[in-house]
C-alpha cells in the first residue's frame, strides 16, 4: 500500500499554506447566479458569429504574440490610457496582483489595503510571504483617511491597495483621500477599478503626474470573465519592470483574439453595463423596501445588504430557492448579517426580490 505524504508534506510545504484555506467557488449549475458580479449577458447572437469567427482564425498551433500588442493598442484606444503611460497584462487582475507580490513583495514587506476590501490581496499577500496590514473602513464604510496615514507612516508598505469602488461594499472612497495617500505613500498605490464600467470614475488621469500611481482593470466585470484578462497601467518603468516577472507567454492566443474582437464592438458591452446601471438603482429601492434589510448605495453591479435577521440563515434559504448570492456574515465583524447581491438580469433580480419578501415581508410604509 501507497504511505500517505502527511510527513512530506509537513516537512516540505511552509506552515502558512499548508493552514490557507483554498479560494472556495460554490456549485451553481442551474442557479440564478447573482455571486460573483458577473454579467448576465451573452454578446448578441449575430455578434457572436463573428466573434467565432475570429478565434477560428486564431492560429492555436504557435505560441500567442508574448506582448499581446494588438491587444494592448486596442485597450489604450478603447480606455484612453494616456500617451506615457504604459499597460502590462495579466490572467486577470488575480495574476497582476500576484505580479507585484514577486515584483514589490516578499518577506520583510508589506502590503496594505482597506478592510474589508477585495480579498485576493490579503491571500497573495499571504502565500508570497508578504506581510499585510488591513486598515478598518470608518462604520459607513468610507476610508478612515487619517487611520490610512498613520498605518503608511508606521509599516511603510510596498503597495498599497484600493478598490475604487470597493468590493464588497460598493462605495467609492474619496478621491481627495486618495490623492493624499498617492502623495505620502513610500511605495506603489494602485487604484483597482474592476468595476468602473458601473462607476465611471477613475484615476487614469492622474498617471501622469504621479510616479507611483497604477491603475488596474479587468474585463471580468464587464462581460468577460471567462476570457481572464486584467491590465495595469502605470509609468514605463514599473511596467518594464513587472513585464520581467510575467510569464512569457500568460495572455493566451484565444483570449487576446476574443478580447481584441470585443474591444472592437466595445459599445455593446457599454450598452449592457448601462442597463446594469438602471437595474441596480431599481433593486437597490426594492431591496430596501424589504422589512428588515438595509441596503448600502453602490457604485458597482452588486449591492451589500445588512440584514436584521441571521444572514446564515436567509442565504441557505435563498440557495434552496435556486438564488445564489454571497454570504459575507461573520459574528461580530462589521459584515455581520451581511448579503452581496450581484445585479444581474432583470428576471433575476425579480426572482431574489420574490424570494427575499416571502421570507421577510414587506417594510410597513
Ligand atoms: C472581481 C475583482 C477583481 C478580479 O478581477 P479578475 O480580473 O477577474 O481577476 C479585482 N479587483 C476587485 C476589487 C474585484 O472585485
Known sequence: MKPDNDDLLDKLVPPLIRDLKPYHVPASRGMVKLDAMEN?????????EAWLAALGSASINRYPDPGADELRQRIRRVFTVPDDSDIV???????????????????????????????????ISLFTGTGFRMVPLKEDFSMDGEAMLDA?????????????????????????????????????????EAYFSFSGRTFLGRLPEARNLMVMRTLSKSGLAGLRLGML????????????VRLPYNINCLTQAGASFCLD?????????ATIRADREALFRQLDGISGVRAYPSDANFILVRLAVDATRVFEELKQR??????????????????????????????????LMDMLGARAA
Open 322 to 355: 435556486g438564488v445564489l448570492v454571497k454570504n459575507l456574515h461573520q459574528p461580530g465583524g462589521v459584515l455581520e448579517n451581511c448579503l452581496r447581491i450581484t445585479v444581474g438580469a432583470a428576471d433575476e433580480n425579480s426572482a431574489l426580490v420574490s424570494a
Open 89 to 123: 497584462l495579466g490572467n486577470g487582475s488575480d495574476e497582476l496582483i500576484q505580479m507585484l507580490a514577486l515584483l514589490v513583495g516578499g518577506p520583510g514587506r508589506t502590503f496594505m489595503a482597506p478592510a474589508p476590501s477585495f480579498s485576493m490581496y490579503e491571500m
Open 265 to 273: 464592438h466595445y459599445d455593446v458591452l457599454e450598452t449592457q453595463g
Open 152 to 192: 503608511i507612516r508606521e509599516s511603510q508598505p510596498s503597495c498599497i491597495f484600493l478598490a475604487y469602488p470597493n468590493n464588497p461594499t460598493g462605495n467609492s472612497f474619496d478621491d481627495g483621500i486618495i490623492g493624499q495617500i498617492i502623495t505620502e505613500a513610500p511605495g506603489l498605490v494602485v487604484v483597482d
Open 40 to 48: 448576465p449577458y451573452q454578446l448578441p447572437p449575430a455578434l457572436r
Open 233 to 244: 497601467m502605470g509609468d514605463p518603468a514599473w511596467i518594464a519592470q513587472l513585464d520581467k
